[in-house]
């Protein structure tokens, strides 16, 4: 059960924006739309902040949005503020002889 | 609000077996599958074990299949982690989170540590 690729790290300066992909295969992220992103600051539990590829929780900035082409999602922030310096983590639901969920290896964003 | 607590997490020594628990509240318990996720020290995410709302389903990833089991209870709004034969590549922290209908964790508890050593 291999994990969702993501670049280990990214960077940027306050107010520019960022985006963070995440590839997987047809059989999770380009087969449904149960792509979800989340952001974990160290210590701290992971929180949702996009699902269904490019829906937000009530309560997320709209600064965060996502979108998905093909077997590639991105999450993508605008307006970077210093508390957005985290990690984010991908997931997806996948089936292949089962159904299960797998996450991506997890984005440094570090804000300049 | 809705609230998920782990609890059980302890230092155990290789092959040997545990209990984690999650209790839930401020929400239809019943009406939602449930999962263990869990994240070793310095690492990412790593999806552990689902069960759906009724308990009738279940789901484990390759690396627990055959050693953990996932269960629930319903009428004390309960999951549970059974952890068998453990081994130090199971030293995480293990958070619960609640799976939406469309598949994503949208509520996570704090986390409960998961020590396997010798």
């Known amino acids: 059960q291999s994990a969702l690729t993501q670049p280990a790290s990214v960077s940027g300066s306050p107010g520019q924006s960022i985006t963070i992909t995440c590839t997987g295969t047809s059989s999770d992220i380009g087969g449904y739309n149960y792509v979800s992103w989340y952001q974990q600051h160290p210590g701290k539990a992971p929180k949702l902040m996009v699902h269904n590829v490019d829906r937000r929780p009530s309560g997320v900035s709209d600064r965060f949005s996502g979108s998905k082409s093909g077997t590639t999602a991105s999450l993508i922030i605008s307006g970077l503020q210093a508390d957005d310096e985290a990690v984010y983590y991908c997931s997806s639901y996948r089936s292949t002889s089962t159904f299960y969920w797998v996450f991506g290896g997890g984005t440094s964003l570090t804000v300049l | ?57 279940t789901y484990s990833a390759d690396s627990v299949n055959g050693r953990f089991i996932i269960s629930r209870d319903n009428s004390k709004n309960m999951v549970f982690l059974h952890m068998n034969s453990l081994r130090a590549d199971d030293t995480a922290v293990y958070y619960c989170a609640r799976v939406t209908p469309n598949n994503w964790f949208d509520a996570w508890g704090q986390g409960t540590p998961v020590t396997v050593s010798s």
């Open chain 2, 1 to 57: 609000e809705v609230q998920v607590l782990e609890s059980g997490g302890t230092l155990v020594q290789p092959g040997e077996s545990l209990r984690l628990s999650c209790a839930a509240s401020g929400f239809a318990f019943n009406l939602f599958a449930m999962t263990w996720v869990r994240q070793a020290p310095g690492k990412g995410l790593e999806w552990v074990s689902g069960i759906s709302a009724s308990g009738d389903r």
